[in-house]
């Protein structure tokens, strides 16, 4: 059994930055592909990016590459999601997943534990 909790989450100005982590229970982090996602108000939760268990590979959202910069610390295991010129349709609640199979995917059903999600806001 694996627990998540993200934090960092918070309201910024648009242009503005924020770091969120992901800090994550028991002993195989270092075997999990590790996710973000997001649900903003009335829509449907959306990937946002992904890492691979040895932090080597990565993927992102189209509407995030460039901007969003997703690492790891197996050593502490805790993610991070470092987000750049914030936007304010970026504004939602922002989740962390991990999944036992060590693959890194876009699908959130692929996803075996997740956090209760951290708000982030981005005013216009």
């Known amino acids: 059994q694996v627990q998540l909790v993200e934090s960092g989450g918070g309201l910024v100005q648009a242009g503005g930055s924020v770091r969120l982590s992901c800090a994550a229970s028991g002993r195989s982090f270092n075997t999990y592909a590790m996710g973000w996602f997001r649900q903003a108000p009335g829509k449907d939760r959306e990937f946002v990016s992904t890492?691979?268990?040895?932090?080597?590979?990565?993927d992102y959202a189209d509407s995030v590459r460039g901007r969003f910069t997703i690492s790891r610390d197996n050593a502490e295991r805790t993610v991070f999601l470092q987000m750049n010129s914030l936007k304010p349709e970026d504004t939602a609640i922002y989740y962390c997943a991990a999944g036992r199979s060590g693959r890194g995917t876009r699908y959130a059903s692929l996803y075996d534990y997740w956090g209760q999600g951290t708000q982030v806001t981005v005013s216009s």
């Open positions: 890492i691979s268990p040895g932090g080597k590979s990565t």
